[in-house]
């Protein structure tokens, strides 16, 4: 005859594995909360920057240039014009006839030169874009960029880029733009207005708005 039942073959009670899955349950449920419970972020607020004239498309463009700016539009009075001869001077004069400034403000000109430097400003004025097409597509030339910029308080600061490439066959992209619609970069066959409509970030302002915030931020840190 056996003898009483050992602690080794001793029936479990039902309790336990009940006690044990309840304390699993228990340590589960824990581990739960504690990976719910919200977690300390912090909040970098965008640099905002001012651009006068500056549309939504043109906006939208910065945006895919320097993503961690908001860029706003300053509009300038209709009263505003100006007979500079190059893009420099021009943009200046955009970013002075704004008056007051609300914070880092840049104003942007532009311009399409032959290789030699000459300007075809006049005539794009005096022949419509496809008659301008006409007589100059294929012909190899330089596109300028200037952006005046400044902080309140400091003086005005102008940076240029130029890209080669030529002028297109026939004006192409959305007609809000200007020299993009007429101009080709090198090694590619569409206008540079077609390259923008795609949502690509190219053509001279890539670097040059780069450098352009990267001052405007040198500036704000050395107000402070």
């Not at 009483?4 to 349950?25: C, E, H, L, Q």
């Not at 100006?82 to 880092?104: C, I």
């Not at 006409?134 to 960029?145: D, E, K, M, N, S």
């Not at 809000?176 to 077609?194: I, K, M, S, Y």
Request: one cysteine or more; charged letters at 20%; a neutral charge.
């Amino acid at each position: 005859m056996r003898g009483p039942p050992t602690g080794a073959d001793r029936p479990v009670s039902g309790n336990r594995p009940t006690a044990r899955r309840d304390a699993n349950g228990a340590r589960l449920q824990m581990r739960a909360l504690e990976l719910s419970l919200p977690t300390r972020q912090t909040t970098v607020t965008a640099m905002k920057v001012w651009t006068v004239d500056g549309n939504a498309t043109h906006l939208a463009e910065l945006s895919r240039i320097v993503a961690d700016v908001e860029w706003v539009s300053a509009p300038l009075t209709a009263a505003y014009s100006t007979a500079a001869p190059n893009p420099a001077q021009r943009a200046k004069d955009k970013l002075m006839a704004l008056g007051s400034l609300l914070g880092p403000t840049v104003a942007e000109a532009c311009d399409v030169t032959t290789v030699e430097g000459k300007s075809l400003q006049l005539e794009l004025d005096s022949e419509n874009d496809k008659r301008f097409c006409r007589w100059f597509r294929q012909t190899p030339a330089i596109l300028i960029v200037s952006v005046a910029y400044t902080q309140p308080g400091n003086d005005i600061m102008v940076s240029t880029a130029t890209t080669p490439g030529f002028i297109a066959e026939k004006p192409a992209g959305s007609a809000h733009h200007g020299w993009e619609r007429l101009f080709v970069l090198e090694g590619d066959g569409r206008t540079l207005a077609q390259q923008l409509d795609a949502g690509e970030a190219v053509g001279p302002r890539v670097d040059l708005y780069a450098h352009v915030v990267g001052e405007l931020n040198r500036l704000a840190q050395a107000q402070r």
